[in-house]
């Protein structure tokens, strides 16, 4: 009999607008992608390309200055449009007329049976794949100058909205093994894949060889990888793990099987303004536009979302999707005013405190906003915090030592185990209103700048 391992702590936000199962064909061309430096945390970028230059698909875009072998390449072949620079020149995207028809740099086939430490590290770094594997502790690209303990690799997701990581897997079961047999050969631990024990139904996924299966049930966030790294090995300090999401997974399958790096995948649409909600089969970096054309029950006052509600960044109607998002969600803008406020019953509003009696009806949908419904205020303790956290950790007092820049204690409380995603329901239901990812993510940049 398999071993659950069960998590009794979580929040399930029921959010109107989860996507259905349908399949949806593209009905243009679509012809504007992005890539984006700033979604790679801990990479320092140094542009390979100018505006003007035309590149294929695997060519180099940027590289990492402290790293120079580290190179994120072009989802597609085309001209290289735009380069966008944010503050102190700091560079936020690379735009990409596409050719109609993509173009592939070309490498040659590795058989599984070929792979070796050696070849499977040289690929994915001349590919421009490398980055996508990333790292625990820092949350930051991995070092190929590393061997980690162990590789993660999460197959289902528990966000609001998630997508069913069972229909990116359809049909691409030959490559996500693939994938999984090259990160075998780059740890000497164990290959880990957390499925869940009922929603997770693909034999890809459960019956994955060269892997340890570990089999969660729970409410989010089991589905992040650092709850199940936490849960199955956890990290102490000196110790690196590193972690792929499964469409990565796939598509280092098909650099390995077919030569070419082929940045397709499955994105979800969902959010309660979406008219027809459902997957898109895309290549990375798209314009959200094309998906949302003609798709949303309003056209002003949406915030549209490259991501989950929690952890995902605001993009617009006519940006990019980021280079580890799998879902785009939009939902109402929250500048309007509640008559009577928190003094209404609240039937249709959700509160984790209770304080509407919509807790009342627990199968309930929601067409929840962005209202902070209140301001920032003194920090103080709840004891809310533990209660959506299942790890054996003190989530407050983690996050007053960020606050503080106290890296002894910051050590002590678990910051090598966790990252901004973690602390999302957190920051949800905090009272005070602080922006809790953004102080772990400080705190985890103190620390590796200090201690490394």
Known sequence: MEKVIKLRRGLDIRIEGSPD??????????????????????????????EGDRVL???????DKENPAVTVASPVSGAVTEIVYGERRVIREIRIEADEKIEYKTFSPIK???????????????????????????????????????????????????????????????????????????TNGKVYVGVHRTKTASAAYNECKNAEVCVFEGKHPSGNVGVQIHHVAPINKGQTVWYVHPQDVII???LFLKGVYDATKIVALGGSEVIRTGYHKVVAGLNVSYLLKDNLKQESDLRV?????????????????????????????????????????????????????????????????????????????????????????????????CMAEDIENMEALGIYEVAPEDFALCEYIDASKTEIQHVIRKGLELVRKEVG
Not at 136 to 149: E, K, T, V
Not at 150 to 178: K, R, W, Y
């Open 57 to 63: 698909a695997g060519s180099a875009l940027f590289y």
């Open 21 to 50: 199962h349908s399949l949806n064909a593209p009905t243009v061309s679509y012809r504007k992608y992005a890539a984006k430096p700033t979604d790679f945390y801990g990479m320092k970028p140094k542009l390979a390309v100018k």
């Open 112 to 186: 599984p049976e070929e792979f070796t430490e050696g070849n499977v590290k040289e690929r994915l770094l001349e590919a421009g794949l490398w980055p996508y594997i990333r790292q625990r502790p820092y949350d930051i690209p991995a070092d190929p100058g590393q061997r980690p303990r162990d590789i993660f690799v999460s197959a289902f997701d528990t966000a609001p909205l998630a997508p069913d990581l069972d229909m990116a897997v359809n049909g691409q079961e030959m490559f996500f093994q693939a994938g999984i047999d090259a990160l075998r050969c780059l």
């Open 305 to 401: 979302i490259s991501g989950n509600v929690l952890t995902g960044k605001t993009v617009g109607a006519d940006g990019y999707l980021g280079a580890f998002d799998h879902l785009v969600s939009v939902i109402p803008e929250g500048n309007r005013f509640r008559f009577m406020g928190w003094l209404s019953p609240g039937f249709n509003l959700y509160s984790y405190s209770r304080t509407f009696f919509a807790w009342l009806f627990r199968n309930r949908q929601y067409r929840l906003d962005t209202n902070l419904n209140g301001g920032e205020r003194a920090f103080v303790l709840t004891g809310q915090f533990e209660k959506v956290l299942p790890m054996d950790i003190y989530p407050m007092q983690l996050i007053k030592a």
């Open 252 to 254: 280092m399958g098909r």
